[in-house]
């Protein structure tokens, strides 16, 4: 702050616009900033500041810190959000939770809070109107909610619940007559408008699959407007909730304005027992009655094919659409359909192949439908498709170059859908392409050349198109990957496989580009690529790589162009025979706003002294992941000397280091937080996605 005579700039802006600057200033250094001068305590203490307090992933807040921020703003916060905020101590939370009198919307979301101090401190609340948070036990929460009335007299101001549901899968689940003879939370919020369910990634075939009946009234969820359900671990409680939908099903003439029943049809032999006759005719008929309301529709996993009705009808407020992993047999009449959604924002058709392995000629012609109807189209996912065609009339990408797309920020693409090529033959004149099991595949080497040609002016003819994009995937279909919930059921795409340097440099045009996954692109030979985008994509906050190059990659070298992304924020790396060595470390080093770093490799070597070393030099680090081959001793050892040497001085670090292939490894993964597990360790697509933060509302980005 340069100085005007013997005063500094910030004299001569009124209180008014130093608050509005202020409030952009991220709630943890609240305390600094009352440090600053007298002038900016004043100010710091303004309603506005404590008004809607985001607390979100606060890494680095310390307890005391966080106490003294809620004592000062105790009668100001209307809006406390805590989500992920997963290091602070039960005993902290309630103590500093208990003097905000005010609160009306409060995240707890991944927050170590028992059971009984959430119960004090909701009753504590007078006027609250939203809860978020996490349970470790469904039959816990649902008993202290059955026992204690005072916790009931204060729930009935919600409007809007989210639980997240983090079952340990080493623990005894709970049974269906003990959860079942309870009575749910509906019971005691009458003005209940949104519910939110979230859970864990993982399921669990092997438990009692029995139906449940949850004690509830059907008249309790006419409010009903929101209802967002994800499969749980648990087959009991994942019939418990979908009991609930269909409970709320069966109102007539029910209408909703968001509702999400991911994973609805995984594990058929559970859920099925839900589709089946009347109630899946209720499902069918609560969307109909929705069709003017519906501003979000989430049925990724589901069975479409009694939903052609729906989708044949107009639903002009729709604009968030998700079908993923859908069983659908007729795509393309599917897209037709989707396209009377005219207002769409966001449209997920990950891996929504149905029964055939490629795209033919009728499902391309219904995208170009789609996305000359959809005008205000922002995110659009087609990954894990075979878009090459056998025909050859048309490629994918013409397609999504022949109408206006400038409007996308979002993309997520299969790697094959860049060339405009028809299929592979193979022919004695051969070279192989591995795959992750070990398996070569053959590829027609006089093929290869024009591929690869095709593919790079595609790249290029795609960026002129939409030069905008912030979020870019390119994802090998059928590329197998650790960790994987959905694994993919398609063959390796041999196409794919030909997409390498000259196609990768390309992506460096997208100079805005804040987040870009490759994943499956075994074609790549050099590492130019990789200083390409980091020279040129400047605002590369997130990068996950997985199985690039085949020899390429193992070379030490390769990855000392990680050195050109120096405003990286996320670093994910899933590579065979990765060595994580002084010389890879030191490439990470100079990314030093790091904070997230995951590498995960089946063959791999760990140097533990330049570990500890690195995390060491990387003072923003709070979170290391490495899934490898180390022997369990060696592991454990290392994540005890780094969960030891941080977690004071840094509040929030994690550690987890594990032998991939160990049980051990499945047991850390489900007590990771939520914003960790779903965030970067698990490698999935997460294009035209609802991200895992217990709202229900759409996103607005």
Not at 451 to 477: F, K, T, Y
Not at 635 to 656: H, I, K
Request: hydrophobic share 40%; net charge positive; charged share 20%.
């Amino acid at each position: 702050m340069e100085a005007v005579g013997d005063k500094c700039w910030f004299d001569y802006i009124s209180d008014d616009v130093l608050l509005h600057i202020l409030c952009f200033v991220p709630r943890k250094f609240w305390v600094d900033l009352t440090k600053v001068c007298s002038r900016f305590k004043m100010v710091c203490h303004d309603k506005d500041i404590f008004r809607y307090t985001d607390l979100q992933n606060c890494v680095g807040l310390t307890e005391n810190r966080l106490k003294e921020y809620l004592g000062a703003g105790r009668d100001l916060i209307e809006v406390l959000n805590l989500n992920h905020c997963y290091w602070f101590t039960s005993t902290c939370l309630l103590n500093s939770l208990l003097k905000c009198q005010k609160v009306q919307h409060l995240f707890l979301l991944d927050c170590k809070l028992t059971i009984n101090a959430l119960a004090k401190v909701v009753c504590s609340l007078e006027c609250l109107k939203t809860l978020v948070i996490s349970v470790a036990s469904l039959l816990e929460f649902s008993s202290e909610i059955n026992l204690n009335r005072t916790f009931q007299q204060s729930l009935k101001h919600i409007e809007n619940f989210g639980i997240h549901t983090r079952e340990d899968i080493t623990t005894t689940a709970p049974r269906c007559q003990q959860v079942s003879s309870q009575k749910t939370i509906f019971e005691y919020c009458p003005n209940m408008e949104t519910f939110c369910m979230i859970a864990s990634p993982g399921m669990n075939h092997k438990e009692n699959r029995h139906i449940i009946h949850p004690l509830i009234k059907t008249e309790k969820l006419r409010n009903l407007k929101n209802l967002s359900i994800n499969s749980t671990a648990y087959a009991t409680t994942r019939l418990y909730y979908f009991a609930i939908l269909a409970k709320s099903l069966a109102q007539a003439g029910k209408q909703f304005m968001s509702l999400s029943l991911s994973g609805l049809d995984k594990g058929v032999p559970i859920l099925g027992l839900y589709l089946e006759s009347k109630t899946f005719n209720k499902l069918i008929n609560t969307l109909k009655e929705s069709c003017m309301t519906l501003q979000s529709l989430d049925m990724s996993g589901v069975d479409l094919v009694n939903l052609d009705a729906f989708f044949d009808m107009d639903k002009p407020a729709l604009q968030y659409l998700n079908l993923s992993h859908t069983l659908s047999t007729m795509t393309y009449i599917m897209l037709l359909r989707v396209s009377r959604c005219s207002n769409l924002v966001s449209l997920n058709l990950q891996g929504a192949s149905g029964t055939k392995t490629h795209w033919g000629q009728h499902n391309l012609e219904a995208l170009g439908n789609v996305l000359e109807q959809c005008k205000n189209l922002r995110h659009l996912n087609l990954s894990d498709l075979h878009l090459h065609l056998e025909n050859n009339h048309t490629s994918p990408v013409s397609v999504l170059t022949k109408y206006n797309i400038t409007g996308l920020r979002s993309l997520a693409l299969s790697s094959c859908s860049l060339a405009d090529s028809g299929p592979i033959k193979t022919s004695s004149n051969a070279d192989y392409v591995n795959r992750v099991s070990g398996k070569r595949q053959r590829i027609d080497r006089h093929a290869s050349s024009s591929v690869a040609v095709a593919a790079e002016m595609s790249v290029c003819r795609l960026q002129a198109a939409c030069p905008h994009l912030e979020s870019l995937e390119i994802i090998n279909p059928g590329q197998r990957v650790a960790l994987d919930n959905w694994p993919s059921t398609l063959p390796l795409c041999p196409v794919s496989c030909l997409v390498g340097d000259a196609q990768l440099i390309q992506v460096s045009r997208w100079t805005h580009l804040r987040y870009l996954q490759i994943t499956g692109s075994p074609g790549v030979t050099k590492n130019d690529f990789l200083k390409a985008i980091g020279e040129s994509c400047q605002s590369l906050k997130i990068l996950h790589l997985a199985y690039i190059g085949l020899g390429a990659a193992m070379s030490p070298a390769f990855w000392d162009c990680l050195q050109y992304f120096p405003a990286l924020l996320d670093l994910r790396i899933e590579q065979t025979q990765l060595s994580v060595n002084e010389r890879f470390l030191r490439s990470c080093q100079a990314c030093q706003r790091l904070e997230r770093l995951v590498l995960v490799s089946r063959t791999g070597s760990v140097d533990t002294q330049s570990v500890e070393h690195f995390v060491h030099s990387v003072c923003g680090l709070f979170l290391i992941v490495l899934l490898t081959d180390m022997t369990l001793k060696n592991s454990d050892r290392l994540q005890a000397t780094l969960q030891r040497g941080y977690e004071c001085s840094r509040p929030g670090f994690l550690a987890l280091v594990a032998p991939l292939s160990h049980d051990k490894a499945n047991q850390a993964l489900q007590r990771l937080p939520l914003i960790h597990l779903v965030g970067i360790t698990k490698l999935a697509s997460t294009v035209a996605t609802r991200p895992f933060d217990g709202d229900v509302r759409p996103q607005n980005k």
